[in-house]
């Protein structure tokens, strides 16, 4: 900001000294060519500043639609492991009450339930890395 205000102030200066009417000095139209070339310079920057600001914009909108993307992901593997867990939960007081023939299914029942579980919270780990 402070060297823009310079230069623009640079550029008022060699105006109001070029309007004088005098006949320009090799100085003067060295100036002229400096003030010139400050200004491309400047266009340029501001030309590069727009198109890294867009970039930028553009970055943060695909950044954010991830984060959705992984949230949605993230809530979906956590609710599949909770129903599981409480699968897991219901079957083992099952297990626990059953008695004789009726416990042989219910532990074969938890078995299965445990590598299920064991099985989803592995999935959900290898995602959220």
Known sequence: M??????????AALLI????GRTE????????KFAAHMEEIQRKINELEES????FDEMQKKFDEQMSKTRQEYHKSMTALKEKQDKA?????????ATGASWEKARAKMEKTLKDL????EEAKSRFK
Do not use: H
């Open 2 to 11: 402070m060297k823009k205000r310079a230069v623009i102030l640079f550029m």
């Open 25 to 32: 000095s090799p100085r003067e139209n060295s100036q002229k």
């Open 17 to 20: 000294t070029g309007a004088c």
């Open 118 to 121: 064991q099985k989803a919270y």
């Open 89 to 97: 939960d219901k079957e083992l007081a099952e297990l626990q009450e």
């Open 52 to 55: 890294a600001t867009q970039k």
